[in-house]
């Protein structure tokens, strides 16, 4: 589908086309056999990815292709350059370009496919300001500034980013500003505005960001199923699913989303080992069936580590991510370091001897995964669980 690629899809340092989000889909079928619909369900999709890329990667598809789209009817509209250099997100990674991918050919197919689906002009215009405006946002900048009693708060620093970005959200300038500089915690009684550092400022307009690609991608894949379902709920059918996720990731630099991919990849394994080789070897020796015995590792004690209430991986970052008073990646990973030191699967720096760190930095841990040794790096984990 040339709407999900241009919408999920990146180059990656290893595939010019991966699919950055994972999906189960249910391919429904008629009495004859015939495929007549289907509904997707959304999984993972990589947001991060909007606002980092590593070196030599490159955001979701869609941002070049509108840039290099040829259309300055719309790109003047959007207030947009044409060039991914002139946008902070996009050239962080030195890639802005693919060989063998043209960009204005698939932008046209993205544009069809939206027909096709159903979508109305106004809309195609909405989606296209929304990525516009992440484009935008991503230029502007925040700088530190003196608060009232003392306090540090930031200020957006006027430019014509800042003003595009507003003016395809169609919002005003200072509602913008104060909402990426000020944090607003409601209670059952008020609301208090806290000021944002620079820093804390910058974290927020990425986020926004994130969550804004993010709602737009769910949104798409909601038109496409209503576009692809079988709309006789009580037609007879047959239905075969497919569940179609990122494989297994070892990076040069490995953060938190690689964590939760290769969980997911754990827990398939885990699913696997259960229902195929455990069940199915246990039904033939119950049934005296004589076969020749599969030995396997049962990587549930990797899926306890990671997922164990209380003394988990994903608990002890939950936990510190709520607590009160001075948290950070390293706070975290030091309450890891207390809580999984001695587990057979797990190495960090400080859990381990001199002999035993083979590549080991502060700031990292490994996981000893079925797959292989991953080596993580904590900065972003507590932002990203957030």
Known sequence: ??????????????????????????????????????????????????VHQAAGERSFHIFYQLLKSGDTAMLNKLKLSGQASDYAYLRQSGCDSVPQVNDAAEYADTLSALKVIGFEEEEKTAILQLVAAILHLGNVDVEDAAGNHGVVGSTVIESPALSAACHVLGIAQDRLCSTLTNRTVTTNREKVVKPLKASDAKV??????????????????????????VPNKKMKRRTIGVLDIYGFEIFQENSFEQFIINYCNEKLQQLFIELTLKSEQEEYRNEGITWENIEFFNNKVICDMVEEKHKGIVAVLDEECLRPGNKSDATFLERLDAQLKMHKHYKSWSSSNYKDRNGLQRGTFQIIHYAGTVTYTVDGFIDKNN
């Open 204 to 229: 927020a307009r990425d986020g926004l960001c994130k969550a804004m690609y993010s709602r737009l991608f769910s949104w798409l894949i909601t038109r496409v199923n209503e576009s692809i379902e």
């Open 1 to 50: 589908n040339p709407l999900l690629e241009a919408f999920g899809n990146a180059k990656t340092n290893r595939n010019d086309n991966s699919s950055r989000f994972g999906k189960y889909m249910d391919i429904q079928f008629n009495q004859q056999g015939d495929p007549i619909g289907g509904i997707i369900t959304e999984y993972l999709l990589e947001k991060s990815r909007v």
